[in-house]
C-alpha cells in the first residue's frame, strides 16, 4: 500500500509563505505523477498544482506566479511553496500521487491565512 504524509502547514498573515511537503512511502515503484489539492469548509476539492514525474508542472490559474511545485525523486517527495498567500487560500491541502496507475491520497494538513 502507498503512504502520503503532507507537513508544513499552519497559520500565517496574508502575504506570508509556507513551504508544504508530502512524502510518499510503501509499494511506491512506478511513482508517476504527484500533486496538491485544496478543499475549503463547505466548499469541493480543488486542484492546485501538478508535477509529473519528468517534471513537467501546470497549476491552477489562481495560484500562478505565487505557488510553485516541485519534486525530488530520489526522496519521493513533492513540495509546493506557497508565497504572496491570500485569505481565499485557507484550506485543507492535500496530497495525491499516481502509482502503477492509481491514485493516493494523503490525510491533509491546514493551510490557514489571516486577514
Known amino acids: 500500500q502507498v503512504q502520503l504524509v503532507e507537513s508544513g502547514g499552519g497559520l500565517v498573515q496574508a502575504g506570508g509563505s509556507l513551504r508544504l511537503s508530502c512524502a510518499a512511502s510503501?509499494?511506491?515503484?512506478?511513482?508517476?505523477?504527484m500533486a496538491w489539492y485544496r478543499q475549503a469548509p463547505g466548499k469541493q476539492r480543488d486542484f492546485v498544482a501538478f508535477i509529473t514525474s519528468g517534471g513537467t508542472t501546470n497549476y491552477v490559474e489562481s495560484v500562478k506566479g505565487r505557488f510553485t511545485i516541485s519534486r525530488d525523486n530520489a526522496k519521493n517527495t513533492v513540495y509546493l511553496q506557497m508565497n504572496s498567500l491570500k485569505p481565499e487560500d485557507t484550506a485543507v491541502y492535500y496530497c495525491?500521487?499516481?502509482?502503477?496507475?492509481?491514485?493516493?491520497w494523503g490525510q491533509g494538513t491546514q493551510v490557514t491565512v489571516s486577514s
Open positions: 510503501g509499494s511506491i515503484f512506478g511513482l508517476n505523477s
Open positions: 495525491r500521487c499516481s502509482v502503477s496507475a492509481k491514485y493516493y
